[in-house]
Structure formats: C-alpha cells, structure tokens
C-alpha cells in the first residue's frame, strides 16, 4: 500500500491500544442512519501505470492554444511567454517563493517584489503599488473597500460593461457590508454611459473597465471628472494590461485607484487560474491599501537594502487598524511578470500592443465585410471586439469548433438578451493565416 504508511498489523495494535475494535467506533456518534453503509460509487483501483495512461488521455481531450486555433479572449489572454520566465522562476531561490515573513534573509524576493511594483506604478501612472494580489477580481473588491474606508460614502456606481465575473465576485464581497452598487449601462457605441447616473455626495467611486469586457475603449477622463466633481474616486479594472503598452495611463486619465489582472505579463492561462492581482494607487491613499509595500531603506554604512514598508493586516498591526485580510501576495506569478516586463521592455511591450491592436482591426474589418455580419459597437478598440452574428452566436461557436477553431465568446452567456453577438480576441500570437481562416471559416 505505497500511499497508506501504516500496515494492517499496525492499525489494528493502534486501535487495540485505544481500546477499540475497529474505525467505525470512532463514528458512534453519528447517527446510523446518517452514515453511509456502502462504498463509495467509485470504480475499482487503477494500477499505477494504468492511472498514469487514464490521466493523459484525459488530458488529451483539453483544447489549449498550442492545439487549435483560438480567438478566446474576455480575461484569459493567449499571449507569447519567453521561454527565460520558467528557467528563471525554477532556480531553487524562487521556486518555493512565500511571504517573506524574515525580511533580512529574504533581499531577493523584496528586491523583486519592489522592481515589480515600480513597473507597475510606470505602466499605470500611479505613484504606489503594493507587492500583488489574488488576482483582478478580488482587487477590484479590494480597491471598493479601500475607496469606503478612504471616504466613508456607501454608494458605488459599476459600470455594466465590467467583466460579470468581476461584478459578481464585488456583490459578493459587499452583502454583508452596508455598501450598494448602482448599475451605469452600456450605449450603443459599447461605452459606459453615465448620463442619468446620480453621482452624488454619497457616492464613494465610479468603476470603469477600459478596455472594457467588450474590447471598448472607455473615456476615463471623463469619468474621472464627473467623480471627482462630487468627491467620489474612479476606479480603473483592466482585465487586459498589455493594452497599456499603447493607451494612455489610468493615472493620466484621473483615476484614483487602478487594478488589473496581470495575467497577461507572461502567465500563461491554465484553464482559469491561478492569476495575478495588480493594485495601484495614489500616495495620499497608500494607508488605505491592502496588502504591503515594499520599499528600500539604507543601513548605517549607506548599504540598500529592502524592506517591508507597509503591511496593513491585522497579524501586523491592531485588528481595528488593519484594512484587509489579504495575507499574502502572489509571489511566483508577481515573479513571472516581472521577468516578463524585464524581458520585454518599454519597446517590446509597444510592440506587442501595436501587433495586438493592427491584427484584431485586420479581423474585425474582414469580418464585418461578410454577408450577415457586423461590429455591434462603434467604439475604438484594442484587441477584443463584438461580432454581430446572422445566426446565434452559440450555434457559429459550436460549428466552427468542427474545424479546430475557437472562435471567441458567445455573450449570451453573461447578457441573455444578445444571443447574436460573439466576442472575439486577437493577439500577436494569431498569425494572418489564422485570421483569414477564421474568416472563411464564418462564410
């Protein structure tokens, strides 16, 4: 029995030496009736080399963007990995990387942890980062708690237009908080629309995606404006970062606080997670943040070094002070990014989004020039866009996977009333081979 350590010998002369006969008198407690009196509906033991040759033909059956030909985007990205990120993160320094707990014997991971959070604050045009998050959608529920602690307001104005998930994933955290969302729709131009939204003096933030669930561009500005007009914060949520690598900054634009999933800095999808949470804010609000910041310090001989600056959680400071539960920060994935921005620099990461933005307007022009199909928003883009579909979306998702071929995301999934509009993403890693064969594909 390679997995059960003890011997049948052996469990019996432990249970006789506990003055019981069997296992089951652990359990008289429990009613009988209560108890499950047969085995388990499982089929017999595998082998060992028989589990091994079940688990790869079950992994067989997984479609990933090595074996076909996706245009899925709508928070998961398929973008290129240099192949140095896993040499890197696989040396033993990082490999079992974890709250540096000890931070004089941990300057490596600090040292990393601060490169990361300066290249964030540059991207984002924000003056503070903290050293990671869950990812995106617990950041975003993060960065609402923070604007209520920040100025004590109870409202919260979301635009629809926000990732579903990450808007579920904030109801959630707010049920039992006293603290209400308001719902800004979405226009025809597939922008957030905020005429007739009341922002008033009781409204704590504004949150905007840009780009935005749809692949829409978002007036950040604007919103900013109309925020802080009533004293309220903006809060920018990107899903997709590369994208920063082309627009202009949240912090440019006003916002007040920025979070993003940092997926896309060189994580590769796996299937849904685990991701990278990115949290930036302004200095005046760095008390507020969740998490910790590491900062560099100098010792008595002028020698750096790097050192936890803040950690607002209640195992560091008193329970009533501390402004999240967040206990640690995404440390091997913080890791991957930050090899990747390293790697890839101001120029690269230009690059990649110019390629991103000039090959998904290639497929959303060729698209839209078919018989019955059409952009369902006006909106300039990046690398997402809505394709208007003659027949419903679910039904051209499902044909065209007989060819090998994702086609992107049916939306009636999340917005029940549009069953004829598929989201599809194109990164630098879709060739124009692909492109067109999507396109003749939908003909």
């Given at each position: 029995m390679?997995y ?8 019996a002369?432990?249970?006789?030496e ?5 296992i ?8 009988a009736h ?9 089929p017999p ?16 059956r ?8 996706s245009f ?8 290129f990995?240099?192949v ?12 079992t ?15 990393a ?5 300066t290249?964030i604050?540059?991207?984002t045009?924000m ?5 990671s998050m869950?990812?995106?959608s617990?950041?975003?529920a ?5 604007a ?9 104005i979301i635009s629809q ?6 808007r ?6 707010l049920k ?22 009341e ?6 933030a504004?949150?905007l995606?840009s780009?935005n ?13 109309k925020?802080?007009k ?14 920063w ?14 979070v993003?999933?940092g997926?896309?800095?060189?994580i590769?999808?796996?299937y ?10 302004r ?12 900062g560099?310090a100098?010792d ?11 950690a ?10 501390a402004?999240s ?5 995404q440390g ?9 921005l390293?790697?890839?620099g101001?120029?690269g ?8 933005l000039?090959?998904a ?10 018989d019955?199909?059409s ?7 990046f690398?997402?866009?809505?394709v208007k ?13 007989q ?41």
């Open positions: 390679r059960i350590p003890n011997s049948a010998e052996e469990r002369k432990m249970l006789a506990m003055g019981v006969q069997s089951e008198d652990f359990f008289t407690s429990i009613p209560l108890r499950l009196n047969k085995p388990l509906n499982l033991a595998y082998a060992e080399s028989e589990l091994i040759k079940f688990f790869k033909n079950l992994a067989a997984n479609a990933d963007p090595n074996s076909t030909t899925l985007g709508a928070g998961a990205y398929n973008h990995r240099p140095i990120i896993d040499t890197l993160i696989s040396r033993s320094e990082f490999y990387t974890y709250t540096p707990y000890q931070p004089e014997i941990a300057q490596g991971t600090l040292q942890i601060f490169e990361f959070q290249m604050c540059l991207l045009g003056e503070v980062a903290n050293a869950y990812d995106g617990t950041a975003l993060e960065a609402v708690l923070m209520n602690r920040i100025n004590r307001r109870k409202k919260i237009a926000v990732h579903p998930e990450y579920a994933v904030l109801e959630t955290y039992s908080t006293g603290l209400t969302l308001e719902t800004a729709a979405f226009s025809t131009t597939g922008q957030t629309s905020l005429d007739g939204v922002v008033d003096d009781q409204t704590a504004i949150i995606q780009p669930f749809f692949g829409c561009v978002e007036d950040l500005a604007l919103a900013a404006e925020a802080h009533a004293g309220a914060l903006l809060i920018s949520a990107t899903t997709e970062p590369v994208s690598g082309l627009l202009r900054s949240p912090g440019d634009c006003g916002a007040d606080i920025v993003a999933e997926q896309a800095f060189g590769a999808p796996s849904g997670g685990p991701y990278l949470g990115i949290f930036a804010s200095t005046q609000y760095q008390r507020q943040m969740p998490g910790r910041l590491i560099q100098y008595g001989e002028g020698n750096r070094g790097f050192v936890i600056t803040l607002t959680r209640e195992q560091h400071i008193r329970r009533e002070k402004s539960n967040i206990c640690t920060n091997l994935f913080m890791l991957m990014a930050t090899i990747y390293t790697t890839m101001r120029r990461l230009q690059e990649v989004a110019m390629q991103n000039q090959k307007s290639y497929a959303a022009q060729t698209i839209s020039a078919l019955g199909y952009l369902l928003f006006t909106a300039p883009l690398n997402e866009f809505v579909t003659p027949h419903p979306a679910k039904e051209v998702a499902k044909k065209l996977l060819s090998n071929i994702v086609a992107g995301l049916p939306l009636s999934q999340y917005y029940p009333d549009m069953t004829h509009a598929l989201l599809v993403c194109v990164t630098e890693q879709n060739t124009k081979a692909e492109i067109d064969a999507l396109v003749a594909a939908l003909q």
